[in-house]
């Protein structure tokens, strides 16, 4: 056989994409899927290209869930390689999630508060049965009209009146960004949480799961969660006064978590904070956890487990970042193989002339040279 | 490429990351962070050097793509036709005609010149990882030049295994100051870094790094007295150019255990052979 020296790796790359592009549509004969079909009856996948894709455009993210063939990972990318390109114009004020239009607000801790418990449109209590009518085209009624709620309390507001939560940050400091700035320590609040919610959903709940089995535990309560649209305003300089560019749909989660107080603090609630893009409840709930777990140092806790060690979570919790690297793998490393190779062979011949002594030791000359040169 | 800037980043980002590049050519072998940008292609691919290049890329420059030494690898024609597109410049396979070479896991067996770029892909830039997993950690025992857990898994290495086992992403120590990872080329590429007339640059996209080594700066792999540093090769000829000197790639040729090893530099191989030398596996072939 003669060697040919593999060639061709530019026609190979256009012949894989144009197979991905079939695949990708697969059958013509049925009908492809529009972007108004994905945003409205794959809502939770665009919400969770969304949030991790950290851009708010359901539009945008439908075209990404549909390029990717439903990999949501992977549309998160696409959205994130398209939103570094945006230009930035300007940064909102804090959404004001006390002013949201609620379309489910829960609390876990009181029985009954003003504005009540809402369910809204839950799987919280259905029973997991596959339903075998929804595999035929239902038809489908026209929705009915919810009318969003107006405006209800915040639980930790509610408990801060009688000064039983700690207080909100004085928000006086620009918050950090971390896709302009590198991840520094120790990395603030408003960093941290940033990270989280951009973070991987699944990491973020296993990460929150492993504080409830003991790995630094935080004495949770769902102290509540709400989901609704708020308002994102920005005040341009020149104007002087907000104004308000549109409404965005999150889900809030504030866990209530106990605190036995310290020299100079009374005891009192502290919170775990999660807000993220869509209805994601899952996610809101496992970024408080975590984010609660990270405050262990600052709150004078002993830091042991893996959730509350910041930079192991704030290293980990992009899957962007993570899927890159692990899939690098699969690039050629042929190199580094070739070099381990010969490592290896040179070591089983030194090997089989002259093992290695018993006690591994080394002469005294060995030592004597450690000291670097 | 419509719609984007020359070389796909912004200016203002591009001014950003000339900046951290100053500053590490500065303080040679020293990480400096900078706010790398999400790219349209992933991390661990190679954003680090994408960036580094983009950002140092101008109209008039030259650019070669390697992976592995080689230009034809599938991430290299990827990049390179990246570079093409959103930049329009001219590429090339040929390392004396490159102004600007980008490359994963080799420096090319051409002697570089001082009017020539190699930038570096890098996965990990933190030469202390596998000891020390904390960046925290790490950043102070380089404020402090503090390297003994360095040396004493090399030493651990000899006591163990008669020698130093680390066969590639050999650290070396810069300047007589910084230890820094190589990036993962095979330690035989090592030697070529110490005083070396270009400029060599690395970037680490995903880990958020960038660090520089100026020319004719003093670059050493970390060795003992009693042990010194070896670079390891395969103890072959060239099997298509009959080079004896050159890094080589293995290829199973067979399934009886039948072995090639040619060139990993594709572009030194073939000029070679353009030259008039041939290999074991030419001879057999003219003799068939």
Not at chain 1, 329 to 352: A, G, I, T, W
Not at chain 2, 93 to 120: F, K
Not at chain 2, 197 to 211: D, N, S, T, V, W
Request: net charge negative.
């Amino acid at each position: 056989m003669a060697y040919v020296a593999v060639k061709g790796g530019e026609q190979a790359i256009d012949h894989a994409h144009a197979w991905l592009a079939e695949e990708r549509r697969g059958d013509t004969a049925i009908p492809e899927l529009s972007l108004a079909q994905i945003d409205g009856q794959l809502g939770r996948s665009v919400d969770r290209a969304m949030g991790e894709g950290s851009l708010y455009d359901r539009e945008l993210a439908a075209l990404a869930v549909k390029q990717a063939q439903g990999d949501l990972i992977e549309a998160a990318f696409l959205l994130r390689a398209y939103r570094t390109t945006l230009p930035r114009f300007a940064h909102s004020s804090p959404v004001d999630t006390s002013d949201m239009r609620i379309r489910r607000r829960i609390s876990a801790v009181f029985k009954d508060l003003p504005g009540g418990q809402v369910l809204g449109p839950t799987y919280d209590y259905t029973h997991r049965l596959l339903d075998l009518e929804l595999a035929h085209d239902s038809g489908g009624a026209t929705p009915k009209c919810h009318d969003p709620m107006t405006a209800m309390p915040r639980v930790p507001d509610i408990l801060r009146r009688e000064g039983l939560m700690e207080p909100d940050g004085d928000g006086a400091t620009e918050p950090g960004d971390l896709t302009r700035q590198p991840l520094a320590f120790p990395a603030s609040r408003d960093v941290r949480l940033q990270a989280l919610a951009r973070g991987d959903e699944g990491f973020l709940l296993a990460l929150g799961y492993s504080t409830q089995r003991g790995y630094g535990g935080t004495h949770p309560f769902a102290g509540e969660i709400r989901m609704g649209e708020v308002a994102v305003e920005i005040e341009p300089p020149e104007l002087g006064f907000a104004i308000d560019i549109g409404d965005i749909l999150v889900t809030e989660c504030q866990m209530v978590n106990q605190f036995k107080g310290s020299k100079t603090v009374p005891p009192q609630f502290t919170r775990g904070y999660g807000l993220v893009f869509g209805f994601s409840e899952r996610k809101a709930m496992a970024m408080a956890l975590v984010d609660r777990a990270m405050r262990a140092e600052e709150l004078g806790e002993e830091v042991t487990a893996p959730a509350q060690t910041v930079e192991f979570v704030l290293y980990h919790a992009d899957n962007i970042e993570a899927t890159g690297f692990v899939e690098h793998l699969k690039l050629p490393h042929y190199v580094d193989f070739q070099s381990e190779l010969e490592n290896v062979r040179r070591m089983r011949r030194e090997h089989e002339t002259s093992p290695p002594p018993a006690g591994g030791g080394l002469g005294e000359g060995a030592v004597r040279t450690l000291v670097n040169r | 490429m419509k719609g984007y800037n020359f070389a796909y980043l912004d200016e203002q980002t591009k001014r950003m990351i000339r900046r951290a590049l100053l500053k590490a050519v500065a303080i040679p072998g020293h990480q400096v962070p900078f706010g790398s940008r999400e790219m349209p292609l992933p991390y661990g691919w190679g954003t680090g050097g994408i960036q580094v290049t983009a950002s140092v890329l101008g109209r008039s420059d030259v650019l070669k793509v390697i992976d592995q030494g080689a230009d034809d690898t599938t991430n290299a024609v990827s990049i390179r036709r990246f570079f093409a597109r959103t930049a329009g410049v001219r590429t090339t396979t040929h390392t004396s005609e490159a102004t600007v070479i980008q490359t994963r896991h080799r420096i090319p067996e051409t002697t570089l010149r001082d009017d020539q770029i190699i930038v570096y892909q890098v996965p990990q830039p933190e030469p202390l990882f596998r000891l020390e997993p904390s960046r925290i950690e790490t950043r102070r025992m380089h404020a402090l030049a503090d390297y003994g857990l360095m040396h004493v898994k090399l030493y651990e290495d000899v006591a163990r295994f008669g020698q130093i086992s680390i066969s590639y992403d050999y650290p070396v120590l810069v300047n007589q100051r910084y230890l820094m990872s190589p990036s993962p080329i095979p330690a035989f590429d090592n030697p070529k870094m110490h005083l070396m007339p270009a400029l060599q640059l690395f970037g680490a996209g995903r880990e958020k790094r960038i660090y520089a080594i100026p020319p004719w700066t003093e670059v050493r792999s970390l060795d003992f007295e009693d042990h010194p540093f070896r670079p390891i090769r395969a103890p072959h000829p060239c099997g298509l150019c009959g080079a004896t000197d050159s890094y080589l790639d293995e290829v199973v040729i067979d399934d009886k255990g039948g072995r090639l090893f040619v060139c990993s530099d594709t572009d030194h191989c073939a000029e070679r052979r353009a030259a008039g030398h041939v290999g074991s596996e030419g001879l057999r072939e003219a003799a068939e």
